[in-house]
């Protein structure tokens, strides 16, 4: 889909008559949230000198927005989350008058655009956006950009093309192997970019700049991890993911032999991390076989399964394709090759009930006692795009908050569902409060 709307026009600096070309200002908004959001989308400028064109400045201070005298031949960034969007949305009130082009994407903007442009946002960026971020570039210099959506027509082509590593940046993000998910789960929008996988060459040049820093600690993104390179849902295949993991491991330090492409091109990195956050795995796809191979190369001594809920019933709603007893299955095999086992959940569901809960938590209680577990709970928060975009969560009873945090006086379970609960909160008050028409959609 092209761009759409009225151009935005540059307008140059003059001096005795005479006029001086400056270089467009592109100000790159950075929270905690989405710091590793930007290199790989500056990447595709710098591999193809774009970046040299502009002024690109960095923006990780509140007190920064209130000091930059933004006008209206600047450019500034936003890259975020639902949860997160009312944060944003009380610095574009503050910048909006001045004229900059504010120009938004991440997560929530892929799921819907109506409320973001409400908010403000004159360039929404739909999709993996590293081709669409150099054609918008392309756009500023010519003067073309039109208010409206970018969106990319590729998505492997640009997954391989260009790695998260920008001068701009020191930080190096985790590597994205696997872009999106063949699962439509009602909580997730995740989906809406279709499964594609990152080739062993694009990873090896990753590799190869983590060694020229003399990085250490490599690790990987991907939704759905022993599900790297398979051809359908539910599949592994553990060749890809060896490939992969015995690239990052010289011989000697696993007492490997490395054959095949990755023959004669090991890196040997101090600490190589696969299968927990942000590369977490589904509860069916854990094989004895895969445990193996993680065993024989990763450094995490636990791996992250997403387990969402111990309801039968409440995982077909979601249609997650597993079940409880699979999710035990899961924790069985992983113990039984040496990894604990660290437990995803996710409270608060549309329709939850207290019988739900109580059995959730004796779930956790009966796998802890019997095998290495731990728990990490969260707070469902509906995402735009998802199956549940506009159902309300469901919250905890005082005296279901104090069964939960027993959990955690125990030792068992992580509590971040508290701090999930508050941006629930905080999130649908101001929604109600500023964009009522949007929060009475919600159910």
């Not at 944003?88 to 910048?95: F, G, L, T, Y």
């Not at 040496?338 to 549309?350: E, T």
Request: charged share 25%.
């Amino acid at each position: 889909m092209g761009v759409q709307g009225a151009i935005f026009q540059k307008s140059p600096l003059v001096a005795e008559g005479k006029i001086i070309d400056m270089k467009k200002r592109i100000f790159i908004r950075v929270f905690p949230f989405n710091i590793l959001s930007y290199p790989v989308l500056l990447n595709a400028w710098e591999k193809n000198g774009v970046d040299k064109e502009f002024d690109i400045k960095i923006i990780d201070k509140p007190d920064l927005i209130e000091k930059t005298a933004f006008n209206k031949d600047d450019v500034i960034l936003y890259s975020f989350m639902t949860p997160f969007l009312p944060l944003v949305h009380s610095e574009i009130e503050k910048i909006k008058k001045s004229g900059v082009l504010i120009v938004g994407g991440g997560p929530h903007i892929n799921g819907e655009q109506e409320l973001a442009r409400a908010v403000g946002f004159d360039i929404l960026f739909v999709g993996p956006a590293e081709e669409s971020f150099l054609r918008f570039g392309s756009d500023l210099l010519d003067n073309k950009v039109r208010e409206g959506i970018y969106r990319s027509s590729s998505q492997d082509d640009n997954l391989n093309s260009y790695l998260p590593i920008s001068k701009y940046f020191k930080t190096i993000p985790p590597l994205e192997i696997m872009r999106g998910c063949r699962w439509k789960c009602k909580y997730c929008n995740t989906h809406l970019n279709r499964a594609a996988f990152r080739n062993l060459d694009s990873i090896r040049a990753y590799f190869e700049e983590m060694q020229r820093r003399k990085l250490q600690r490599v690790n990987f993104i991907s939704p759905s991890a022993m599900e790297f390179g398979a051809v359908k849902a539910r599949q592994t295949d553990i060749g890809q993911i060896e490939a992969v993991l015995k690239l990052a491991r010289s011989p000697h330090s696993r007492g490997g032999a490395i054959s095949g492409s990755a023959a004669g091109s090991a890196f040997d990195f101090k600490l190589v991390e696969y299968g927990i956050f942000p590369s977490e795995i589904r509860p069916d796809t854990v094989c004895d076989a895969g445990m193996k191979i993680l065993k024989k190369y990763v450094s995490n001594k636990a791996v992250t399964i997403g387990a969402q809920s111990s309801s039968d019933a409440r995982l077909k709603e979601l249609r997650r394709g597993h079940s409880a007893a699979d999710t035990e299955k899961a924790v069985e095999i992983a113990n039984a090759n040496g990894f604990l086992a660290n437990l995803d959940f996710i409270i608060g569901y549309p329709g939850e009930t207290a019988r739900e809960r109580t059995a959730l938590i004796e779930f956790i209680k009966r796998l802890t006692g019997k095998y290495r577990v731990k728990t990490h709970l969260h707070h469902f928060f509906p995402l735009p795009g998802s199956g549940f975009a506009y159902r309300l969560p469901s919250f905890l009873s005082a005296r279901e908050k104090e069964n939960f945090l027993e959990l955690k006086k125990d030792g068992i379970s992580k509590v971040g569902w508290i701090g999930n609960e508050r941006q629930v909160i905080d999130y649908f008050d101001w929604l109600k409060n500023r964009f009522p028409t949007f929060y009475e959609r919600y159910h």
